[in-house]
């Protein structure tokens, strides 16, 4: 696959405990990111963090959380990535989204 020097970055921001048909949702995300063929996907487990109910989620010893942050990364085309948060976009009941543009320098599977 080949991608463009301009490309998007769609960054998806939710809760681990966060489910779609019993399964963890980020991992659902991926999985249809797969399917729609976008060029990437990464999944970042965030350390603490907080978001639009301001209850503090943290990995701490001292006040574990069972709902730590996600983040997943998705890299494409601004297109390609419309059309997949159009699909997605129902699925999630709380989080975050962002969209910015990126310069892609170099896209490679392996030498």
């Known amino acids: ?4 020097e301009k490309g998007c970055l769609l960054r998806i921001h939710i809760g681990e405990k966060n489910r779609h048909k019993g399964r963890p949702l980020y991992s659902w995300i991926v999985g249809k ?3 729609a063929g976008l060029a990437g996907a990464t999944v970042i ?5 907080y978001g639009a109910s301001s209850r503090i989620k943290t ?8 709902d730590l942050p996600i983040i997943i ?5 601004q297109e390609q990535l419309e059309q997949f948060l159009e699909l997605i976009e129902p699925m999630i009941d709380e989080g975050l989204t962002t969209m910015e543009k990126v310069n892609i320098r170099f896209y490679r599977s392996g030498r």
């Open 59 to 66: 990995s701490s010893i001292l006040c574990i959380s069972e």
């Open 33 to 35: 990111a797969r399917e």
């Open 73 to 77: 990364e998705l890299v494409d085309t």
């Open 45 to 49: 487990r965030g350390m603490m963090g």
């Open 1 to 4: 696959m080949q991608l463009p």
